[in-house]
């Protein structure tokens, strides 16, 4: 009830009295955890670096591959062939690389595939263009699958 523009403040809720059975059944109803105490603590610290370690490692080991590529350029020459430049990114130019094309029709499907090799030595960014067998007309390419054989 307001009087004079105050709010009531509720009564503080009356604790209900446990007898000594009531405090044993919760205390068999809920048990202790089995992780509390300092043993409980040092576990979930220890599995918890070690899910961050895996994980700061996962991620710095697949962040920056060892080869990238892009399509730079597509011409379909006829319905049998395509030409694609691709632009191919080593870390390691000592090393050669392997990439696949994948030349794609209508709807979606592969009509065409072929690897394309840059050897050891060069420029970090390399352009390579390559020929590709098609079985249709083709109308895009992508680049799958680089890998240092």
């Known amino acids: 009830m307001r009087h004079n523009g105050e709010v009531p403040q509720p009564d503080a809720p009356a604790r209900p009295f446990l007898s000594p059975e009531d405090a044993a059944r919760l205390r068999r109803r809920y048990p202790k955890s089995r992780l509390s105490g300092p ?40 319905d049998n062939t395509a030409t694609v430049q691709v632009d ?28 394309v090799r840059v050897e050891a030595g060069g420029a970090t960014i390399t352009t390579v263009a390559q020929g590709v067998r098609t079985t249709g007309r083709a109308l895009s390419a992508n680049v799958t699958n680089c890998r240092i054989p």
């Open 39 to 78: 043993w409980g603590i040092l576990l979930v610290v220890v599995v918890g670096a070690a899910l961050l370690g895996w994980t700061l490692w996962a991620g710095l080991q697949y962040a920056t591959p060892a080869v990238a590529a892009q399509v730079r350029g597509f011409q379909a020459t006829s």
């Open 88 to 115: 191919v990114q080593r870390a390691d130019t000592t090393r050669p690389a392997v990439c696949t094309l994948t030349v794609v029709g209508t709807n979606a499907i592969p009509v065409g595939e072929t690897d």
